[in-house]
């Protein structure tokens, strides 16, 4: 088992930042990459941002390329997902994942509880 723990969601007026963190604990060997994914009121949750345990390799989707960045510190087990440029269309629940060797990110094995992210106008 894996637990995930997200902290750093707030109210941000637009055109401000806030980064987010997810430590995790538990089975921390059996996780191969990290992620980001939120879910906006009434719709699906949906990929964000992830990053391989190393750190070498990082995915975003493209509406937040060149605005948010993914990073981690495995000396404390924690991913991080700065925020910079944010819109109101940002705003939403964002979830920490984890996923193995043999999953993907159409199924991620773990998450954690949300942490909220409001961004107003």
């Known amino acids: 088992q894996v637990q995930l723990v997200e902290s750093g969601g707030g109210l941000v007026q637009a055109g401000g930042s806030l980064r987010l963190s997810c430590a995790a604990s538990?089975?921390?060997?059996?996780?191969?990459?990290m992620g980001w994914f939120r879910q906006a009121p009434g719709k699906e949750r949906k990929f964000v941002a992830a990053?391989?345990?190393?750190?070498?390799?990082?995915y975003y989707t493209d509406s937040v390329k060149g605005r948010f960045t993914i990073s981690r510190d495995n000396t404390k087990n924690t991913v991080y997902l700065q925020m910079n440029s944010l819109k109101p269309e940002d705003t939403a629940v964002y979830y920490c994942?984890?996923?193995?060797?043999?999953?993907?990110?159409?199924?991620?094995?773990?998450w954690g509880q949300g942490t909220q992210v409001t961004v107003s106008s």
């Open positions: 994942a984890t996923k193995s060797i043999g999953s993907n990110w159409s199924r991620p094995d773990y």
């Open positions: 538990g089975s921390i060997f059996s996780i191969n990459a």
């Open positions: 990053i391989n345990w190393s750190g070498d390799s990082t």
